[in-house]
Nanobody, 125 residues
Framework: QLQLVESGGGLVQSGGSLRLACSAS????????LGWFRQAPGKEREGVSCINSPGSQIYYTDSVKGRFTISRDSARKTVYLQMNSLKPEDTAVYYC??????????????????WGQGTQVTVSS
């Protein structure tokens, strides 16, 4: 099991940038696929991006392609989400998640076993 803690959220103007970090504690970080999800008020949680355990597969939902970049650092046991050119519609609580079946990553929330508590991202227009 991994315990996950997100950080880096905040308030930013449209067009700005934020970098989210998700620090993990527990064993075998390198075994896990890692994902970023978000949930806006009144909406379902959606997959934003994920990266598999070797880092060879990366997924982005269409709305963030070209603007967001996911990366993982095994030495720091941390996964990052660099968010550029932010838009008001990116406003949501962002969650990181880990799936022990790490070779492939997915944007399906029910595939992930471990979740962080979330960090709020607010983009003003």
């Amino acid at each position: 099991q991994l315990q996950l803690v997100e950080s880096g959220g905040g308030l930013v103007q449209s067009g700005g940038s934020l970098r989210l970090a998700c620090s993990a504690s527990g064993s075998h970080f390198d075994y896990y696929a890692l994902g970023w999800f978000r949930q806006a008020p009144g909406k379902e949680r959606e997959g934003v991006s994920c990266i598999n355990s070797p880092g060879s597969q990366i997924y982005y939902t269409d709305s963030v392609k070209g603007r967001f970049t996911i990366s993982r650092d095994s030495a720091r046991k941390t996964v990052y989400l660099q968010m550029n050119s932010l838009k008001p519609e990116d406003t949501a609580v962002y969650y990181c998640a880990a799936d022990v079946r790490g070779y492939e990553c997915t944007n399906e929330t029910n595939k992930y076993q471990n979740w962080g508590q979330g960090t709020q991202v607010t983009v003003s227009s």
